[in-house]
């Protein structure tokens, strides 16, 4: 972090240098992002989600013979001990999926033998089982939550195909398994994000790997940051025609309220996962013949442009996708926390690796030299 006593002007660490990565760039001004040196425009629909898991743990893309092991690895962690499946189906039907995860993952470190192993072997077999277990949990709670069967998963399958077989108990279509694996690409990671830092944080105090992971998941859930795509899809349905839109827009700004899925602390020009999910959100609507949620969206972003200077953020279009692929509205953050479990890890792998506590300051703003009266007093 930057030296000294000051704050950042706004708050928020804004400006703030949290720590150095290898990982990933998030340049705001011209509007890119990096994973290991590759262009995310390299990467979206060039290679899988696998592939990215590769990169992000060991720096570079895998061969087939690589690409095969991790495959082999992670379809080998899928398995759910017993007593996590037990709590999934004892969790009431109500409660809301990110924090059946958050519940699930902390769980699976009661569970895992190796989850107080802190040798880098152990931390690197724990990261990549929660890649492999976080889909199944997700899937799982869901079918609980309908009373479903649990089915065991087909180790034929890709981690996007996996779970989306998982969550509507067929096999999907390979357009389908594109589109999810690309969106899987583009969440894999994304420099010091809120969820990503508060990852760091927990394991900087050499706590476990699932104590990180769960304060990722649960700073995700918010809102402001990963929670926003299933508000988006919520404030479309809201507004319900192009015809509202401008209205509704005009209402929220004049009442300072933030429109879901626009905006962003880093970019300040186009987000660029946007453009590859607005296309992927084009393309869905059109095939099932509703683009009215598409062009919706595009009218929303346009006067976000007009007006704040706003761009559209990765969450914008990726809910269009998702709800065009019929995925319940409450699993789009569940979604984006599978996909990021591959940046939350090789950044706790990535800060253990050189680690050193991290301890801001804060600036006391509150009163002084007040004396403690005795209770009947006060
Ligand atoms: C992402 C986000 C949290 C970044 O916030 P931030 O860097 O703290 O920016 P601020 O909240 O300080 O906003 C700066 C200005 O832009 C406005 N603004 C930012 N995002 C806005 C939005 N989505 N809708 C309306 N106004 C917005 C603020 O009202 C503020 O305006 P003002 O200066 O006139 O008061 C914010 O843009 C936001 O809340 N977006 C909606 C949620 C979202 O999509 N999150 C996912 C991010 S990937």
Redesign the pocket.
């Known amino acids: 972090m930057t030296k000294g006593t000051e704050t950042s002007s706004?708050g928020?660490l804004?400006g703030v240098v949290a720590a150095k990565t290898r990982l990933s760039a998030v340049k705001g001004s011209v509007g890119e992002l990096v994973y290991c040196g590759y262009n995310i425009d390299e990467l979206a629909g060039k290679v899988s989600y696998e592939e990215v898991v590769h990169l992000l743990h060991h720096d570079h893309l895998p061969n087939q013979a690589q690409l095969d092991e991790l495959r082999s690895v992670l379809v080998g962690f899928r398995e759910i001990p017993r007593g996590v499946i037990d709590l999934i189906q004892s969790l009431p039907n109500t409660t809301a999926p990110m924090n059946a995860i958050r519940t699930a993952v902390s769980a699976l470190g009661c569970f895992d033998a190796m989850a107080e192993d802190d040798s880098m072997y152990a931390q690197r077999r724990k990261a990549l089982r929660l890649i492999a277990q976080i889909p199944i949990v997700t899937a799982y709670f869901h079918l609980a939550r309908q009373g479903k069967p649990l089915p065991p998963s087909d180790p034929n399958l890709g981690e996007a195909a996996n779970f989306m077989s998982l969550i509507n108990g067929e096999q999907p279509s390979e357009e389908t398994v594109k589109t999810m694996d690309m969106c899987y690409v583009l969440h894999a990671d994304?420099g010091m994000?809120a969820s990503t830092f508060s990852s760091r944080v927990t394991i900087a105090t050499l706590s476990d790997m699932y104590s990180a992971i769960c304060s990722a998941i649960g700073t995700l859930k918010g809102?402001?940051?990963?929670?926003?795509?299933e508000?988006?899809i919520r404030m479309l349905q809201e507004i319900g025609s192009i015809e509202a839109v401008d209205g509704f827009i005009a209402d929220?700004?004049a009442q300072?309220?933030?429109?879901?899925?626009?905006?962003?602390?880093?970019y300040k020009v186009l987000?660029p996962r946007a453009p590859h999910l607005k296309r992927m959100a084009q393309k869905l609507s059109t095939e099932l013949g509703e683009p009215k949620w598409i062009k919706m969206s595009d009218r929303i972003a346009g006067i976000?442009l007009k007006e704040?200077g706003?761009h559209a953020?990765?969450?914008?279009y990726s809910a269009t996708v998702y709800y065009s692929l019929g995925i319940p509205i409450d699993l789009f953050t569940p979604i984006f926390a599978i996909a990021r479990t591959a940046g939350w890890t090789a950044h706790v792998l990535e800060q253990l690796s050189d680690n050193r506590l991290i301890r801001p300051q804060s600036e006391y703003v509150g009163a002084s030299g007040l004396q403690a009266k005795p209770i009947e007093e006060r």
């Not at 809102?223 to 795509?229: D, I, R, S, T, V």
């Not at 300072?256 to 880093?266: A, L, P, S, Y």
């Not at 953020?313 to 914008?316: A, E, I, L, R, T």
């Open positions: 706004k928020g804004e994304h994000n809102p402001l940051h990963g929670g926003a795509n508000g988006v929220c700004l300072k309220k933030k429109i879901m899925g626009i905006g962003h602390r880093v987000d976000m704040k706003l953020n990765v969450d914008f």
